[in-house]
């Protein structure tokens, strides 16, 4: 139990352009999921936190302009790289919590994006 | 905000050997998850504790929350080649934030 998914597992972009990562919970429902990013050799570092039905919340410093969040479905969050530059390369991870009395979160298998 | 530090930072064993390794933080916790990572790929729940000396094991590992709820232990017993990866610590935030926040992690590698 607790399987989410993302996709796509990898993307090349040119600069400019806009990428589109997908996070879905498979065998629960999510009233919330996380973003992270993650640079080689370091620690997850969280983005956003995504709510279904309603805004998400960005952690400081990060760009909600430049990193869409939507949270259509109780399976479904997306995340938007707009107008994507080299340094937005990173691992994206997306993770939802399975049960909301507990802290526990469970991840996605990462989205490595390369924008030349 | 709250700053998880694991050590040590990296750890080079040969298998079969076992392997501690500790996450403390300046503050209190009320919960302590580890997670472990593969090159190119999520990190995976491996044990979360809940209460101050609690002590859990999953298979050859076992994590303690430790009493004085800034710090939290794990080990591993009798490596093998699959437990290569990175290992982190994660609690929330704060008391009731849904939020976590991640230790620095220590990767272990074991030596043919």
């Known amino acids: 139990g607790a399987v989410v998914s993302q996709h796509p597992s990898w993307v090349i972009c040119k600069s400019g352009t806009s990428v589109k990562i997908e996070c879905r919970s498979l065998d629960f429902q999510a009233t919330t999921m996380f973003w992270y990013r993650q640079f080689p050799k370091q620690s997850l570092m969280l983005m956003a936190t995504s709510n279904e039905g309603s805004k998400a919340t960005y952690e400081q410093g990060v760009e909600k302009d430049k990193f869409l969040i939507n949270h259509a479905s109780l399976t479904l969050s997306t995340l938007t790289v707009t107008s994507a530059h080299p340094e937005d390369s990173s691992f994206y991870i997306c993770s939802a919590r399975a049960d909301d009395r507990t802290y526990e979160q469970y991840f996605g298998p990462g989205t490595r994006l390369t924008v030349t | 905000g709250q700053q998880l530090n694991q050590s040590p930072q990296s750890m080079f064993i040969q298998e079969g050997e076992d392997v501690s390794m500790n996450c403390t933080s300046s503050s209190i916790f009320n919960t302590w998850l580890w997670y472990k990572q593969d090159p190119g790929e999520g990190p995976v729940l491996l044990i979360a504790l809940y209460k101050a000396g609690e002590l859990t094991s999953n298979g050859r590992l076992t994590a303690q929350f430790g009493i004085t709820r800034k710090d939290s232990f794990l080990n591993i017993s009798a490596s093998i080649p699959s437990d290569v990866g990175i290992y982190f610590c994660?609690?929330?935030?704060?008391?009731?934030?849904?939020?976590?926040?991640f230790g620095t992690g220590t990767r272990l590698t074991i030596i043919p």
């Open positions: 994660a609690g929330p935030v704060n008391f009731g934030n849904e939020k976590l926040t």
